[in-house]
C-alpha cells in the first residue's frame, strides 16, 4: 500500500492526467506563512529563517544555533521551515531529519504540528504519511528519529536538513557519532534548537564554536531571542513572565534556563543570598503549638540511612549526597494566612535531630511529636532505602491521610527542588529568628548546610541538590524541602487533633519539654 501510494503521489507531482504538475509556491517564504500556513512569523522569526534557509539554498552547510525563551514560537519556526523546504523540493526531492531526545511526546508533537501546518489544498493528494515517522511532500521528507542513547538510527542522510530539537537533552556522543555524519555526506545545514541548561550540552558548545565564527566573518549564526524579544510583540506574554518572574525570583533555575537562556553549571550555591536573606523570619522558635486560630502545622523528615552512594544508581537521585545521610532531621512548620490576603506563608518553628537511634525509637519519638505535641496535619517523610520503614511505620500510626510518604528518585527529587526554589524565592518559606543573636546548634547546622548546599543538574532539566565536594551534610535542605513539599494545599485553619488517636505498640506518653529535647 506505501508503495501504490508513493507511486500515486510521483503522477501527482509529475504528469498526473487529472492534475496540473505540482508547482512549488513562488511568493517567497515569508508570504508562504501568510498565505499558505495562514501564520505570518515574527521579525526575529524569520532572522533566523532568512540565515538557514539561505545556507540551504547555497549548499554551505553552515550550523546555527536557535534559542528562544518557552512560548516565542520555535517549534512553529521549525514547522515552516520544513513545510517551506518540502514545497520547494517536491518535485526534486530531498530529505529533512529532525531528531529530539524522545519520540514521545517530542516528536510526536512536531510530527502533528508539521501536518497541520500542511493542512492546505495545495497538498491534497501530494502530502502522505509512512510508517509512523515519514513525513512526504512528492519527493521530499522529513523523517524524524530519536536521539535516546539507545535509539538506531543509523543509515538516515540529511540532504536538505538536519534538525536536532531540545538540544541541550541531546547526548553529545550520540549527537556526534550518529546525527552530525548524517548532515556531512552532503553538505547540509544543521539546525540545534533549544533553551539552556548547562554549558556542556551540544547547544552551548556550538554556540561558543559560532561565536568564534562571527567574530572572524561577521556572519551570524546564532540566534538567541530571551523572554524580552516575545514581549515587544506581545505584551500579554510579557506580563506573564514579569509575573513568573515576580513569582519565582530571576534567580529561579526554569526563570534563567526557560526565560533568561542563561546556563546553569552546578558550581554555585543552591540558594542565592537573596534567597537567604528571603528565609530569615522575624518569628521566635517555638516547643510547642500555639493554640491560635488560623494557624496549622505540617511536618517534614528526612531520614537517616536513607540511600547509600551508589544505590539503586540507575534512578535514585539521592545516591549523589557525600558523605551518606547519618542523621534523622524532623522539621515542623507552621502554614498561616498572609496579612496581605496572598498566599499562606509557612514558618519554620522547630527542628529536631539525632543519630544512632535504632528504628523502634526513631519511631516512638516522631509519633509522638507529630501527634500528641504538634497534632501535625501533613508530613511529607523520607522514604527512601532504609527510610521506608520508619515511613510505614509512621504512616500506619497517624494515618495515610496525614503522612506522604517521599521516595527520592531523580524525577521527584527535581520536582521538590523546584517546588523548594519557588517557596523561598517567594518569601513564603522562612526560618525562625534567635533571641540575642546567638545561633543554637540546630540552627547553626541548619544555616550551614541550606547556605553551602550545590544543584545537581541533569539532562531532561532535571535540578537536584547536594552536599559541598569535600565534606558536609544536605539533611536540613532536604528537610526544609519535604516541609515545603508538606505545606502545598494545606490551607491554615484552627490547630486540631487530625491523626488517629491510637498508638502503636511501645509508644509512651511524653511531656512536651522532653519531647523538645531529640
Known sequence: MATLARRQARRRVDTDDDAPPFMPFTGGFEAFGAEVVGRPLRTYQLAAARAILGSVARGEGETFVVMMARQMGKNELSAQLEAWLLDQNAVTGGTIVKAAPTFRPQLHVSLARLGTTLHHPRYEGVMRRSHGYRIAVGEAEVVFLSASPHANVAGATASLLLEIDEAQDVDAAKYARDFRPMAAASNATTVIYGTA???????????????????????????????????????????????????????????????????????????????????????????????????T????????????????????????????????????????????????????????????????????RLVHLLREVWRCRRVVIDASGLGADLAARVARALGAAVVEPFTFTVGSKSRLTYHLLAHVASGRLQMWAEEGGARSPVAESFWTEVSRARPVVRPGGHLGFMAPPGGGHDDHVAMLALVAWAARGVMPAAAQALVRATAIPGTRARSRLEASRF
Open 197 to 295: 541548561w548547562t554549558p556542556e550540552t551540544i547547544l552551548e558548545a556550538q554556540r561558543a564554536v559560532n561565536d568564534d565564527r562571527t567574530r572572524i566573518d561577521g556572519m551570524a549564526r546564532n540566534f538567541v531571542f530571551d523572554w524580552t524579544t516575545g514581549a515587544a510583540h506581545n505584551p500579554a506574554y510579557g506580563r506573564f513572565v514579569e509575573a513568573e518572574i515576580a513569582r519565582m525570583g530571576e534567580g529561579h533555575p526554569l526563570i534563567r534556563t526557560q526565560y533568561l537562556l542563561l546556563t546553569l553549571d552546578g558550581r554555585g550555591a543552591l540558594l542565592s543570598p537573596e534567597n537567604l536573606l528571603l528565609m530569615r523570619g522575624t518569628h521566635p522558635r517555638q516547643l510547642a503549638p500555639l493554640n491560635a486560630p488560623g494557624v
Open 297 to 364: 502545622y505540617v511536618a517534614g523528615i528526612d531520614v537517616a540511612g536513607g540511600i547509600e552512594d551508589g544505590e539503586s544508581a540507575t534512578n535514585d537521585a539521592d545516591r549523589f549526597r557525600e558523605p551518606r545521610r547519618d542523621r534523622t532531621v524532623a522539621g515542623i512548620a507552621e502554614v498561616i494566612t498572609a496579612n496581605d490576603g496572598g498566599h499562606p506563608r509557612t514558618r519554620l518553628v522547630e527542628v529536631y535531630e539525632w543519630s544512632g537511634r535504632p528504628l523502634h525509637e526513631q519511631c516512638d
